[in-house]
């Protein structure tokens, strides 16, 4: 039986990659921060699976990651752990850096140093292309970071080419477009939306707040994409690649969509927030994922209109149920 260990394992995509794997017949090791509280409830489900275990990890602790690789001896590592949220970089950019940057950097010396058989997956970034403006954008493209997370995840990007270059070890970067799910952090702006359109349809909710209307992205499913990054780890040669769906929407047609999807008008409770504003703003992210299509096989599954209807109609149980 494989193994995986998944850093993050409790976030948006590592619950999902967990469940991926699981079903492929691994055994999955996913780690954790401590917090105070539990903070589990996407991966609840999975607990009772004979072949899944929860281990406590800290991107700053050096010790950690040997532990777990002398203790489980994995095939694959999986780096989905971060603070992710590219706003908040602006507010705790030391703290973003510090877990961003250098957390990959102690799993690349941890399996240099231990087991260099070990095939190593790093969560690259679109926001590495920040405020170029020579879309679409492909694994050449030029990197143009435009906040203190993309600044980060620029600096790890090289550094797993530099590992693999270096001591030839087999460590791919995905550097994935924006992909979200029903499983989205709420204060991510497509889960704010299509929570604000379930809240408002029940008649528990009065406005939306959000800022820049314009900027335009690239997005998919986190279902879709956790595919990609096992399929990164099964080539028999490591590399970077673009996943992305190749469209781009506006903050402004996701609102329409989902609020399509409630057969509201969103304009009757939307308020502009200035304070919502990044002070870097990237206008726009448009992913070229050829390399992908080729190489991996790899093509998206959902559709932008599909991703809005599926994270709406989730929300609006969900609360419903809450409401009961």
Same mark, same amino acid.
């Given at each position: 039986?494989?193994?995986?260990?998944?850093?993050?394992?409790?976030?948006?995509?590592?619950?999902?990659?967990?469940?991926?794997?699981?079903?492929?017949?691994?055994?999955?090791?996913?780690?954790?921060?401590?917090?105070? &509280?539990?903070?589990?409830?996407?991966?609840?489900?999975?607990?009772?699976?004979?072949?899944?275990?929860?281990?406590?990890?800290?991107?700053? =602790?050096?010790?950690?990651?040997? #532990?777990?690789?002398?203790?489980?001896?994995?095939?694959? !590592?999986?780096?989905?752990?971060?603070?992710?949220?590219?706003?908040?970089?602006?507010?705790?950019?030391?703290?973003?850096?510090?877990?961003?940057?250098?957390?990959?950097?102690? /799993?690349?010396?941890?399996?240099?140093?231990? =087991?260099?058989?070990?095939?190593?997956?790093?969560?690259?970034?679109?926001?590495?292309?920040?405020?170029?403006?020579?879309?679409?954008?492909?694994?050449?493209?030029?990197?143009?970071?435009?906040?203190? @997370?993309?600044?980060?995840?620029?600096?790890?990007?090289?550094? /797993?080419?530099?590992?693999?270059?270096? @001591?030839?070890?087999?460590?791919?970067?995905?550097?994935?477009?924006?992909?979200?799910?029903?499983?989205?952090?709420?204060?991510?702006?497509?889960?704010? !939306?299509?929570?604000?359109?379930?809240?408002?349809?029940?008649?528990?909710?009065?406005?939306?707040?959000?800022?820049?209307?314009?900027? #335009?992205?690239?997005?998919?499913?986190?279902?879709?994409?956790?595919?990609?990054?096992?399929? +990164?780890?099964?080539?028999?040669?490591?590399?970077? %690649?673009? !996943?992305?769906?190749?469209?781009?929407?506006?903050?402004?047609?996701?609102?329409?969509?989902?609020?399509?999807?409630?057969?509201?008008?969103?304009?009757? %409770? &939307?308020?502009?927030?200035?304070? &919502?504003?990044?002070?870097?703003?990237?206008? &726009?992210?448009?992913? =070229?994922?050829?390399?992908?299509?080729?190489?991996?096989?790899?093509?998206?599954? %959902?559709?932008?209109?599909?991703?809005?209807?599926? +994270?709406?109609?989730?929300?609006?149980? #969900? !609360?419903?149920?809450?409401?009961?």
């Amino acid at each position: 039986m494989r193994t995986a260990v998944v850093t993050g394992i409790t976030g948006q995509d590592g619950s999902y990659l967990a469940e991926f794997l699981l079903a492929k017949g691994y055994r999955v090791i996913g780690l954790k921060r401590r917090t105070s &509280l539990l903070c589990t409830d996407r991966i609840d489900h999975i607990f009772e699976d004979d072949n899944f275990e929860l281990e406590y990890y800290d991107l700053s =602790d050096v010790g950690c990651i040997y #532990k777990i690789i002398n203790k489980y001896e994995p095939n694959e !590592i999986y780096n989905l752990a971060a603070q992710s949220h590219v706003r908040v970089s602006f507010e705790i950019p030391e703290h973003t850096v510090q877990g961003v940057a250098l957390g990959p950097l102690r /799993i690349m010396e941890a399996i240099r140093n231990t =087991d260099d058989r070990i095939r190593f997956y790093q969560a690259s970034s679109s926001e590495m292309f920040g405020d170029n403006p020579n879309v679409p954008f492909n694994e050449d493209s030029h990197l143009m970071p435009a906040s203190p @997370y993309a600044c980060a995840k620029v600096f790890a990007h090289h550094l /797993i080419r530099n590992y693999r270059q270096s @001591y030839w070890i087999h460590a791919s970067s995905g550097i994935l477009f924006n992909h979200e799910s029903p499983r989205r952090g709420e204060t991510f702006v497509t889960r704010k !939306i299509t929570m604000a359109a379930a809240r408002i349809k029940l008649g528990i909710q009065e406005e939306l707040r959000l800022g820049n209307l314009d900027a #335009k992205r690239d997005w998919g499913h986190a279902k879709d994409y956790v595919e990609a990054m096992w399929l +990164m780890t099964q080539q028999h040669s490591a590399g970077d %690649y673009v !996943i992305s769906t190749g469209k781009t929407h506006s903050v402004k047609d996701f609102l329409e969509e989902v609020f399509q999807q409630a057969e509201l008008d969103p304009y009757k %409770y &939307l308020k502009i927030d200035e304070r &919502l504003f990044r002070p870097h703003e990237v206008p &726009l992210l448009l992913g =070229d994922s050829t390399k992908a299509e080729k190489q991996l096989e790899w093509k998206p599954k %959902y559709t932008f209109e599909t991703l809005a209807k599926e +994270m709406y109609e989730e929300d609006y149980k #969900k !609360i419903k149920g809450e409401l009961r």
